[in-house]
């Protein structure tokens, strides 16, 4: 089992940043791949960016690409998401995901933790 906690959520200024963060507990935090998905409201969840176990390959939608990063710290069990210019349509809860595998996926049903979301909202 493992646990996985969000934090770093809020309301922000277009263009602003914030860096969500996702603790986890439990079994070895190192096996996992792990993503962060975003819904937003009436939408389904959907990948906006994903880590291998070691944090050597990394994946980020096109839609944030050059203004999101991923990263992990495995010494700390903890995965990153910094934001940067944020824009209207980055307002959505923002979930942190477990996978069993060293291999990051795209599709959330291939994850088998998750934890509780953080709502970002970025106002214009």
């Known amino acids: 089992q493992v646990q996985l906690v969000e934090s770093g959520g809020g309301l922000v200024q277009a263009g602003g940043s914030l860096r969500l963060a996702c603790a986890a507990s439990?079994?070895?935090?190192?096996?996992?791949?792990m993503g962060w998905f975003g819904q937003a409201a009436g939408k389904e969840r959907e990948v906006v960016a994903a880590?291998?176990?070691?944090?050597?390959?990394?994946y980020v939608t096109d839609s944030v690409k050059g203004r999101f990063t991923i990263s992990r710290d495995n010494a700390k069990n903890t995965v990153y998401l910094q934001m940067n210019n944020l824009k209207p349509e980055d307002t959505a809860v923002y979930y942190c995901a477990a996978r069993g595998s060293g291999s990051y996926s795209l599709w959330s049903a291939q994850y088998d933790y998750w934890g509780q979301g953080t709502q970002v909202t970025v106002s214009s």
């Open positions: 880590i291998s176990s070691s944090g050597g390959r990394t």
């Open positions: 439990g079994r070895t935090f190192s096996a996992y791949a």
